[in-house]
């Protein structure tokens, strides 16, 4: 499934749904500086695919930064309509909620949880974009490895969050 945008002003965020919570703040700092430098390149499309982590970061700094950026917009692609039925967290639940409501836009992948919904939405985000932003610590396997990969592959332009952390930018 490939979603009628503009991939050259399309931007899609992928990241580990764990992050140190000790350095919070720079990820934050990097993460805002990033949407803003995607934005001044002319990105106005950024598609986040509404997992707990660093998804969740993403869209709630993309929120943030709208209101500042009144062009860019909040694309949230989700792998199925259910998808918070199996988390167990009512903070993450209410918190995927509000983000809901304050998408411009909500994509769905399948409407109900499939073994390949997943997959197929960071897909979709991918083929949709021309950049990425991630937060990825190199790991070999799961859905942000396959994601940065099938990106890389694709000719993306890939930001990581994690190596510019690590360098101390």
Request: hydrophobic share 40%.
């Amino acid at each position: 499934m490939v979603v009628t945008m503009d991939k050259n002003i399309t931007c899609f965020f992928t990241g580990h749904r764990s992050y140190p919570q000790k350095n919070s703040s720079g990820l934050v700092s990097v993460l805002d500086r990033s949407i803003a430098e995607a934005a001044d390149m002319g990105y106005e499309n950024f598609i986040c695919g509404g997992a707990v982590g660093f998804d969740t970061l993403a869209a709630c700094r993309v929120i943030v930064a709208a209101e500042a950026m009144p062009q860019i917009k909040l694309i949230l692609a989700l792998p199925c309509r259910d998808q918070t039925a199996r988390w167990k967290k009512l903070y993450d639940i209410s918190l995927y909620q509000r983000i809901k409501g304050l998408a411009s836009e909500i994509i769905y992948v399948s409407d109900v949880y499939s073994s390949g919904c997943m997959h197929a939405r960071n897909r979709m985000m991918a083929d949709s974009s021309s950049r990425c932003i991630a937060y990825y610590n190199g790991s070999a396997s799961g859905g942000t490895a396959y994601t940065v990969r099938y990106a890389r592959e694709s000719g993306l332009k890939l930001v990581n969050l994690y190596d510019e952390l690590k360098k101390g930018i």
